[in-house]
């Protein structure tokens, strides 16, 4: 597949302002910015109102962003005929009063004519005045290539009155068709409940998780404080410190627990100095698979162990939910408090779907509420002792699906969200991966993108499509060997 390449915006600066005669304000001149800790809202109902849309066409194809440069398939965006105006409604979650709101913006994918062709425009309805209010229009946009926008919504308060913000989107003119892979809303609200786990067990005693909820309750929040940037490093740290990582412009770090990766434990004192640079800062540990070199091997009973995880013989796939694990990962969530990480990084999550389906003697179905038992119980035993530590796995984001996950989690990390080694993440698997991320960032929950790319049109293309999803995106080596800094996307 041949990559276009991205144009790489310096300040990301192209929206233009829009006089208030218009109906709007001043646009935001920071075209990828993304609201930190933002809920997203996608439409629930699309009405044509004048022109048409493609044919077997749904909102659905609205809610998360998927193309880049000039993808054409046709099932993943809505194309909008010309002469053409259609609105979107979006709800408020029931927790959030439209005047409790921060701000919002509207996150968009646009590809078709360029402004000076034909101008496509984005209005909301205000209801304090009954007046469609113009909150931008394609002059972001290259012509006919996929460009991403976050448009925002001064005096969101204004929109949401009734609990439902209604888009229109349209043009008067003739001249040719558009199309949209994106369109959703995000909203920023205030939020002072740092979470009380209702299960936590005993400081001797983890507990057993109990029935958190339904797959969708998104349970009690712990906030984050504005990840817009993330470094994720895991070994060959400079002189076996972090002083490279705290003297960066990043505000969070996912680092090792130890700096070697076995014995070398980093210690409270050096948790704390990048704390006090302003960095939040995950352990990264496993909890579905166990290397050799770890300390812990010799405590890994054999028959716990399942085999070596592909491409990495020296690390063996594990029986996560034998009781005689837990003692392993409750060793690991001990260190992470003990050293004052803001939260634990879980890696090892894919183990419930790589491992044989009657691994445990059940299903996969079994092996997946197995995976979600072991996370909410790492919830559960940290929050008792810090209820503002935060737990974040790794991939498997349909996990979502299963009782219990969302309320036992902080954040998601998610690898080859679009790029592998500088290969696109074009498979079935990828496209689902994405859809299930953006549910989980719907639900108010961090979603941080690692993608693995050198080449600059990929690494742009990374970084576009994850902000504009409402993800907070890193591009690096696979091995995680390094702090890679991308001019023009990470902070410098």
């Not at 209010?133 to 919504?153: E, H, M, Y």
């Not at 600059?456 to 390094?482: E, H, I, K």
């Amino acid at each position: 597949m041949q990559v276009v390449k991205w144009l790489m915006w310096t300040g990301l600066a192209l929206l233009v302002a829009c006089s208030d005669s218009e109906g709007g304000g001043a646009f935001d001149d920071e075209r990828g910015a993304i609201l930190p800790d933002a809920r997203t809202l996608t439409c629930t109902t699309l009405q044509v109102e004048r022109g048409s849309i493609g044919s077997g066409q749904s909102q659905q194809a609205l809610h998360t962003q998927t193309l880049s440069g000039t993808q054409d398939r046709w099932a993943e965006y809505v194309e909008f005929a010309a002469n053409s105006a259609v609105t979107c409604a979006y709800s408020l979650p029931s927790d959030v009063s439209s005047g409790a709101l921060l701000a919002a913006e509207v996150g968009v994918n646009y590809r078709g004519p360029a402004k000076s062709q034909m101008r496509w425009v984005f209005e909301a309805w205000d209801t304090t005045t009954n007046t469609w209010v113009i909150v931008g229009d394609n002059v972001f946009a290259q012509s006919w290539k996929w460009t991403s926008a976050s448009l925002p919504l001064a005096n969101p308060a204004r929109f949401f009155s009734n609990g439902t913000l209604k888009l229109r989107y349209h043009t008067a003119s003739s001249a040719d068709a558009s199309q949209l892979d994106l369109l959703v809303v995000r909203v920023q609200a205030p939020n002072t409940d740092a979470g009380t786990p209702t299960d936590a067990g005993s400081p001797t005693d983890a507990g057993s998780p109990t029935d958190a909820g339904t797959p969708t309750d998104a349970g009690t929040q712990v906030p984050w404080e504005g990840v817009s940037s993330f470094t994720y490093q895991l070994t060959n740290y400079k002189d076996g410190k972090l002083d490279e990582i705290a003297a960066s412009k990043f505000n969070l770090a996912i680092v090792e627990l130890s700096r070697d990766g076995s014995t070398g434990y980093f210690t409270a004192a050096e948790i704390s100095a990048l704390k006090a640079r302003g960095k939040q800062v995950l352990a990264y540990f496993e909890i579905g698979a166990i290397e050799e070199y770890r300390p812990e091997w010799s405590q890994v009973p054999a028959d716990l162990k399942l085999g070596p995880v592909d491409g990495w013989p020296d690390e063996q796939y594990v029986k996560y939910w034998d009781e005689r694990w837990w003692p392993i990962v409750q060793g690991r969530i001990d260190q992470a408090l003990a050293a004052g990480f803001t939260g634990c990084y879980l890696d090892m999550v894919v183990t419930y779907e790589e491992i044989a389906a009657n691994a445990a003697g059940t299903n996969r179905a079994d092996l997946a509420k197995k995976m979600v038992a072991l996370i909410a119980r790492v919830s559960q035993y940290a929050k008792a002792r810090n209820p503002a530590f935060k737990v974040v796995p790794q991939n498997s984001p349909e996990l979502i699906d299963n009782t219990g996950y969302l309320p036992a989690i902080d954040g998601l990390g998610m690898e080859d969200m679009y790029w592998s080694d500088d290969t696109a993440c074009s498979a079935d698997w990828c496209a689902e991966n994405r859809a299930n991320a953006a549910r989980v960032r719907a639900a108010g929950k961090l979603v941080l993108s690692t993608d693995y790319a050198i080449q600059p049109a990929n690494v742009a293309d990374a970084y576009t499509r994850s902000r504009a999803a409402g993800f907070v995106p890193y591009v690096s080596v696979r091995d995680l060997n390094q702090m890679t800094v991308n001019a023009g996307w990470d902070p410098q």
